[in-house]
């Protein structure tokens, strides 16, 4: 798991931290990793670290100073070092000391540290650090806009992110590599910060700190939550997930979910609907009731509203009317809008919603009343906007966009960090809300439910864009550092469009492999 912590909680557990080191040290920890990370990065790229040009843009205080000593480092190597100042009065004079005593140039002159900045193998941004807020300041909005042939490494944070929330206030600095010390930041997890912080490198500088509210699951996590069948299962002990959804309109969106639903664990699918006959064609192993679901059998969990049209309102009301958990999806989401929390009021069995950001916004309006806010402005902020939904409906929320982002009432949060812009396909979130309320059905609490489904749904969707090998796209520092010299590594997103059943058909290969992954790195 990928724990990340809050900048003040970071903040006192390097205070406690200081407080029994001698003077300097936790800097020196922190200047000594990102300096390996930038020499790696030149050794990969040139062969080697002498000869290569490298900027520090050095702001003010510890973040300045992290980058000046990691500066002095390489030059210590035989790298060209020039430092360039933005905040010459309030300059860490330690680590400039450190950069001129190994021979470092030192610029206050804009045109100076624009040119090198130009003419650079690696650039260490150490502009703003871990409690800047808002975009870059004028001083430093130039080098976000000038042409850079080389890697930029971000120290802590790139400069004009929200380390907190990863919210974009006005001009940044992207970043091909981010260092971050101690712990990940929010920020750099969740869109759109993390478009800026390219690959993310931690470094350990033995912080003491909480349980983090803030958390990316990897393979290991998510496999150890896979439901399997023991000797005693049959299909019912497996858990039954019901489906509602489809109408006359979309009755491919039933076809989906199903799709979604029958790759998540559960022993059995039961469908409610009017699209029971282009259902049972394309899978004839689903249980077909007439009906809603108030008149459906026994089922251990229920996914509302996909493609539901004017039949998601009763579906949704006697979905919620049971004592299962249920996922409200599309349609159902809209319905929810209208009535607002109270329909969820006095439900004991969880409820897990699925909406994009324009839906996040009509629920949102329908939870205080206010006028809806633009889709864009809700993915701007995106972790609050999970949150707030999160607690007004006091339920878990699955946040779907760039970054998928898992939030319980209680504030705490998941980060989902597979998946491709592939995925942004017709028919897709309803493969996801099947797949999700499969995994309820199980027994998996919410979170862990979408959590799981949502890093499977990713998994799936790169699996069908790229073909078996799955990954598709640089990755590591040594996918950047090809990068260096010439265009910057880590943009575009290649492979081949997917529909949504293509993902549905990927599903059993990315469990798969999560599972054996998994199972080969406790060896």
């Not at 690696?122 to 976000?144: N, T």
């Not at 500088?205 to 439901?227: K, N, S, T, W, Y």
């Not at 002990?237 to 489809?246: C, K, L, N, S, Y």
């Not at 993915?379 to 949150?387: E, G, K, M, Q, Y």
């Amino acid at each position: 798991m990928r724990s990340a912590h809050r900048v003040d909680q970071v903040r006192a557990a390097e205070a406690e931290l200081m407080a029994r080191l001698p003077e300097g040290t936790l800097m020196q920890r922190a200047a000594t990793g990102l300096a390996a990370t930038c020499a790696r990065l030149l050794t990969r790229s040139r062969g080697r670290v002498y000869g290569s040009r490298v900027v520090v843009l050095a702001g003010s205080g510890d973040n300045g100073g992290d980058a000046l000593h990691a500066g002095a480092a390489l030059a210590r190597r035989g790298a060209r070092v020039v430092a360039v100042l933005l905040s010459p009065q309030r300059v860490h004079a330690g680590g400039l000391a450190a950069l001129r005593a190994a021979g470092g140039r030192v610029t206050q002159e804009q045109e100076v540290g624009l040119a090198d900045f130009s003419r650079a193998d690696l650039v260490l941004d150490g502009i703003v650090g871990i409690g800047g807020r808002g975009g870059l300041r004028p001083e430093a909005q130039p080098y976000a806009r000038a042409a850079r042939p080389g890697v930029v490494v971000a120290v802590d944070v790139p400069s004009g992110v929200d380390a907190d929330t990863g919210e974009v206030a006005g001009e940044a600095l992207r970043a091909d590599v981010t260092v971050c010390f101690g712990t990940y930041k929010p920020g750099l997890l969740i869109d759109p910060g993390a478009s800026y912080a390219g690959v993310v490198q931690l470094v350990g500088i033995g912080l003491d700190l909480p349980p983090a509210e803030v958390a990316a699951p990897q393979h290991a996590e998510v496999a150890a939550l896979l439901p399997a069948p023991g000797a005693e299962s049959d299909k019912y002990r497996r858990g039954v997930v019901g489906v509602a959804a489809g109408s006359a309109t979309y009755p491919g969106a039933a076809v989906l979910a199903v799709a979604g639903a029958l790759h998540g664990g559960a022993g059995a699918v039961r469908y409610v609907g009017t699209a029971a006959e282009e259902v049972v064609r394309r899978f004839p192993e689903v249980l077909v009731t007439e009906g809603g679901p108030a008149g459906a059998g026994r089922v251990q969990a229920w996914v509302v509203g996909p493609g539901g049209g004017d039949g998601a309102r009763q579906a949704l009301a006697e979905a919620l009317a049971s004592d299962v958990p249920v996922l409200v999806d599309a349609d159902g989401l809209t319905e929810l809008a209208r009535i607002g929390p109270e329909a969820l009021a006095g439900r004991t069995a969880p409820t897990l919603l699925t909406p994009h950001t324009g839906e996040a916004a009509r629920l949102l309006a329908g939870a205080d009343g206010s006028a809806p806010r633009s889709a864009d402005e809700l993915a701007a902020a995106r972790l609050t906007t999970a949150r707030r939904l999160a607690a007004a409906y006091r339920a878990t929320v699955l946040l779907k966009g760039s970054t998928t982002v898992v939030a319980d009432p209680d504030g705490t949060v998941r980060v989902n960090p597979t998946g491709t812009s592939w995925l942004a396909t017709a028919g897709s979130g309803d493969v996801l809300a099947g797949l999700a309320g499969s995994l309820l059905a199980t027994g998996l609490p919410a979170l862990d439910a979408a959590s799981v489904a949502a890093y499977l749904h990713g998994l799936a969707g790169r699996h069908a864009a790229f073909g078996s090998g799955g990954s598709g796209g640089p990755g590591g520092l040594g996918g950047v550092a090809a990068g260096v010299g010439g265009a910057a590594a880590g943009g575009g997103d290649w492979g081949a469009p997917v529909t949504a059943l293509q993902v549905a058909g990927a599903l059993p290969a990315v469990w798969r492999d999560v599972r054996a992954s998994a199972g080969s790195a406790g060896k």
